[in-house]
C-alpha cells in the first residue's frame, strides 16, 4: 500500500522521521530510502507499507507529479461539486435555470424589424432580454432603443438577483424563501410591461404634438415592428416552471 508522506527529519544525525496521514514514522537512508537524491525537510514522499515489515520503501515525489496530481484534483474537486448540487437543486431546475440564462443572455427576447424605403435597407434587429432591462429606465421607445450603448447597472444588479431567487431557499431555512422563485417570471411581466407603456408614451407624445391621428399611426407602426423572439418564449416557461416550484414548496412547508 503507498501512501503519500512529508519529511519531518532527515537523515543527516541518524534515522530520518516522516509523517503520513497525521501520524510519524521513523525511516533509514540505507534500507528504506529509493531515491538518487537526498532527504531534505518538507520533501513530499511516497512511503509504501508492508504487514510484514511496516515501512517497506520510501521515494522522492517530483516537482512534476506534484504538479500533475494537483492538476488531476482539480477536476475531481469539480465534478464532485456538479455532484453535490445536481443532487440537491435537482435536474430539471438546473435545466431550467441554464435555460433561463440562455434566454436572458443569448437567444433574442424581442425581434424589430424596420422595412426599407427605397434606398434604405431593411433592418432586422435581435434584442436579448438583458438588453432590454439594463435599458429600461432610459428607454424612450423601442424603435429608438440601442443594444450597444451602456445600460442601468441598478437594473443590472436587479437582474442577478432574479437568477439566483429561485435557489434562495435552499440557503435560507423559512418557508416565505420558496416564494423568491417568482422573482424571474415577476421581473419579465415588469420589463414587458413598461416596454409597451414606452411605445404608449411615445404615442401620447406624437398625439399632442402632431394630432392623434399620426400618434394613432405612430403607436401601430411602432407595435408591427416588434417580434416576440424564441428567448422570451424559453425564459416564460423557465419562469413558470420556477413560479411552480415556488408554490409548491410554499404548501408543502406550510402542511
Not at 531534505?40 to 511496516?54: A, I, K, L, N, P
Not at 500533475?68 to 477536476?75: G, K
Not at 443594444?147 to 429561485?166: E, K, R, T
Not at 399632442?208 to 418564449?233: Q, R, T
Request: proline share 4%; with cysteine.
Amino acid at each position: 500500500m503507498i501512501k503519500r508522506g512529508t519529511i519531518v527529519k532527515d537523515t543527516s544525525t541518524g534515522p530520518g522521521l516522516l509523517a503520513v496521514d497525521g501520524n510519524q514514522y521513523p525511516y533509514t537512508l540505507h534500507r528504506m530510502w529509493k531515491s538518487s537524491i537526498p532527504p531534505r525537510v518538507g520533501m513530499h514522499v511516497d512511503v509504501t507499507f508492508s504487514q510484514e515489515v511496516g515501512i517497506e520503501s520510501v521515494v522522492a515525489v517530483t516537482d512534476i507529479e506534484l504538479v500533475r496530481d494537483q492538476t488531476d484534483v482539480a477536476p475531481r474537486r469539480g465534478t464532485a461539486l456538479a455532484r453535490n448540487v445536481r443532487a440537491k437543486v435537482g435536474v430539471p431546475n438546473l435545466l431550467a435555470w441554464v435555460s433561463l440564462v440562455i434566454g436572458w443572455f443569448f437567444l433574442s427576447c424581442v425581434q424589430i424589424r424596420i422595412d426599407g424605403l427605397g434606398f434604405i435597407p431593411t433592418a432586422n434587429v435581435g434584442i436579448t432580454f438583458w438588453q432590454l432591462l439594463s435599458h429600461l429606465g432610459t428607454l424612450e421607445s423601442i424603435a429608438s432603443f440601442n443594444p450597444n450603448s451602456s445600460g442601468n447597472s441598478v437594473l443590472s444588479l436587479l437582474g442577478i438577483v432574479a437568477l439566483a431567487s429561485p435557489f434562495v431557499h435552499y440557503v435560507w431555512r423559512d418557508r416565505r424563501a420558496s416564494l423568491a422563485g417568482f422573482l424571474p417570471l415577476l421581473l419579465m411581466v415588469i420589463v414587458t410591461l413598461t416596454a409597451l407603456n414606452s411605445i404608449n408614451n411615445a404615442a401620447r407624445t406624437a398625439n399632442a404634438l402632431l394630432g392623434s391621428d399620426f400618434g394613432s399611426g405612430m403607436e401601430s407602426a411602432a407595435l408591427k415592428m416588434v417580434h416576440i423572439g424564441i428567448g422570451a418564449w424559453l425564459s416564460l416557461l423557465a419562469g413558470i416552471w420556477f413560479g411552480y416550484n415556488a408554490l409548491r414548496e410554499f404548501f408543502v412547508s406550510k402542511a
